[in-house]
């Protein structure tokens, strides 16, 4: 079965803190993604990879980085977290192969900033 | 860039009653078209997709979509609903980018409420 896990479902973290989200797929899929979800603005992606150590940015990248060293494993960093990162952060994955492919969701990470 | 527009936020509806969702994309020579379902406190999984053919799509626990290109359209229905059926419901198209690969762009998302 197809499988997106995000490290941590929960986490608080103070102001100024670095902040790493971990995501891994096992689905040998080439590209990454992260997103982030807020009520009323829908799902806005923050960066994606679509290979090993290749990313782009997405529609709000400003105060988020990503890293990519395995094909598997795709990380968010917040460099010096601050409250309106507050949010629920989504990790999904898709193929590059084929037409109109599914792009796969973790369970999510909520991230609380204080 | 492609976009899609969900142009309701909540949408209550009794038990048993049939419902519609509806989404509109930006116009484009092609075009692969997704509803994701999201229940509480969970990821987004798969409902259904269009990518050619037919324009009426079945996806999983009754949904159907139907595709309409002149009027950039693909709205979610379903005949009649449960009260399992509520959830938030996103509208998605997957998007070329300059790099040559793909990105999928969301909607903003609308909340099904079923009723007793």
């Known amino acids: 079965d197809v499988k997106v896990t995000q490290s941590s479902r929960y986490l608080v973290k103070r102001t100024g803190e670095k902040v790493f989200l971990e995501c891994v797929q096992d689905m040998d899929h080439e590209n990454m993604f992260w997103y982030r979800q807020d009520p009323g603005l829908g799902l806005r992606l923050i960066y994606f990879s679509y290979d090993v150590k290749m990313k782009e940015k997405g529609d709000i990248p400003e105060g988020y980085s990503v890293s990519r060293e395995k094909k598997e494993r795709f990380s968010l960093i917040l460099e010096s977290a601050s409250t309106n990162q507050t949010s629920m952060y989504l990790c999904a994955s898709s193929s590059r192969q084929g037409l109109g492919n599914t792009i796969y969701f973790g369970e999510g990470s909520w991230l609380t900033v204080v | 860039a492609q976009s899609v527009t969900q142009l309701d936020s909540q949408v209550p509806v009794f038990e048993e009653a049939p419902v519609e969702l509806r989404c509109n994309y930006s116009s484009s020579v092609s075009v692969y078209l997704f509803w994701y379902v999201q229940y509480p406190n969970q990821g987004l999984q798969l409902l259904l997709k269009?990518?050619?053919?037919?324009?009426l799509v079945k996806g999983i626990n009754g949904f159907e979509a139907e595709f309409n290109k002149s009027q950039t359209s693909f709205h979610l229905r379903k005949p009649s609903v449960h009260i399992s059926d509520t959830a938030e419901y996103f509208c998605?198209?997957?998007?070329?980018?300059?790099?040559?690969?793909?990105?999928?762009?969301f909607g903003t998302g609308t909340r099904l409420k079923v009723l007793a």
């Open positions: 269009y990518l050619s053919g037919s324009t």
């Open positions: 998605a198209v997957r998007s070329t980018t300059t790099s040559g690969t793909y990105k999928y762009i």
